[in-house]
């Protein structure tokens, strides 16, 4: 009752802020990612019919600040009486800093528990049983360009372009690496209840996603950075405009956002996007990565540069 995955983790371009349940955990908007293929999460689970509390080990370290939420997804998927889960958990870059690195953890997790349990259920439902814990988990499911469908009783997730559909590059910016001082959830429910913008923002989604699935459906990258910008600056509109504010980003952000308008300016196929925290993701054509990776790595107050192609959906390993 042993069992290996590995997720990568995603980015969002058209992104949800807020949740329409939080019991369930459902975001309040759809939205549109791109799955990396340099970053990932291993995961390994173990389920034992013996008694005692579940265990939880990051990067080489008991983690007890996590365990609480791993054992509630493990409880979700696979009921209260399961056996005792012995969760060991590696990841390759910064976890809760702003990275998404809960996508690929859950997914890893749900992915790797199922088949400890021998649980048959088909990749929607391990999506589901994932983002009931982590929104965005759900599309780590998924290669490439993912769609995540929201309503009021459930999510629908699914690719819409390969990597090799559109093999778009990812330049990341890294100018904090430790861990964000308000997590993602706690500053949804705060940017829901006090920002004057955020009835406006849910509003407008549905339109900046009509958008996006267009400019990915023509291949148009001109049309994907306009609609993805504008929407990550409406939603860190919303959090700075949240009472007590919600501002993830920091100097070497704004530097590296500035770097970006430049090459830009200068005829490179360039746009940026920031998730819920102060790292910088430089989104480009393959020609153009070479120099993003160049003009990002020279910016002051970038700590470091990942490169990343579109990779593949949450899945299961060998465990030899």
Same mark, same amino acid.
């Given at each position: 009752? &042993? ?13 949800? =802020?807020?949740?329409?349940?939080? *019991?369930?955990?459902?975001?309040? /908007? ?7 293929d340099?970053? =990932? ?16 080990? *990051? ?9 609480? &939420? ?10 209260s &009486? +399961?056996? $005792?889960? /012995? ?19 859950? !997914? !890893? ?14 990749t ?6 994932a983002?009931?814990?982590?929104? %965005? ?20 997730? &699914? ?6 559909? =559109?093999?778009?590059? *990812? ?8 861990? $964000?001082?308000?997590?993602?959830? *706690?500053?949804m429910?705060? %940017? ?18 009509r958008?996006?699935?267009?400019a990915?459906?023509n +291949? ?7 609609? %993805?910008?504008?929407?990550c600056?409406?939603?860190? %509109? ?10 993830? =980003?920091?100097? !070497? ?7 970006? +308008?430049?090459l ?38 970038? $700590? ?6 579109l ?10």
């Amino acid at each position: 009752m &042993r069992a290996h995955a590995v997720a990568q983790p995603n980015i969002a371009l058209v992104k949800y =802020w807020g949740k329409r349940d939080t *019991v369930e955990n459902l975001p309040a /908007t759809g939205s549109l990612s791109l799955t990396l293929d340099t970053l =990932w999460t291993k995961m390994a689970v173990e389920l034992q019919e013996t008694a005692g509390a579940d265990t939880l080990t *990051v990067n080489g370290s008991e983690n007890k600040e996590m365990l609480g &939420r791993v054992s509630s997804c493990l409880d979700r998927l696979l009921g209260s &009486r +399961r056996a $005792k889960a /012995t969760v060991t958990s590696d990841s390759n870059f910064p976890i809760a800093a702003g990275l998404a690195s809960s996508s690929s953890a859950f !997914a !890893a997790l749900v992915m790797a528990a199922s088949k400890a349990a021998e649980l048959p259920a088909d990749t929607l439902s391990l999506a589901r049983w994932a983002g009931a814990s982590s929104g %965005s988990a759900a599309r780590s499911f998924h290669e490439g360009i993912v769609e995540l469908r929201a309503d009021d009783h459930r999510i629908d997730v &699914r690719s819409i372009a390969g990597a090799e559909d =559109w093999p778009l590059r *990812v330049v990341i910016a890294v100018t904090e690496a430790a861990p $964000k001082a308000v997590g993602s959830s *706690v500053a949804m429910i705060r %940017s829901a209840s006090t920002s004057p913008f955020y009835r406006s923002w849910i509003e407008l989604q549905d339109e900046d996603l009509r958008l996006a699935r267009e400019a990915v459906r023509n +291949r148009d990258f001109e049309k994907l950075a306009t609609v %993805s910008e504008h929407n990550c600056l409406k939603m860190h %509109s919303v959090m700075w405009t949240s009472r007590p504010p919600v501002v993830y =980003w920091n100097e !070497a952000t704004l530097n590296a956002m500035e770097t970006i +308008r430049e090459l830009k300016r200068s005829g490179l196929p360039v746009f940026f996007t920031i998730d819920a925290g102060p790292q910088v993701k430089a989104v480009c054509l393959p020609a153009a990565c070479d120099e993003v990776n160049a003009g990002l790595a020279a910016t002051r107050g970038v $700590k470091e540069v990942i490169v990343s192609g579109l990779g593949r959906g949450a899945r299961l390993l060998d465990q030899g």
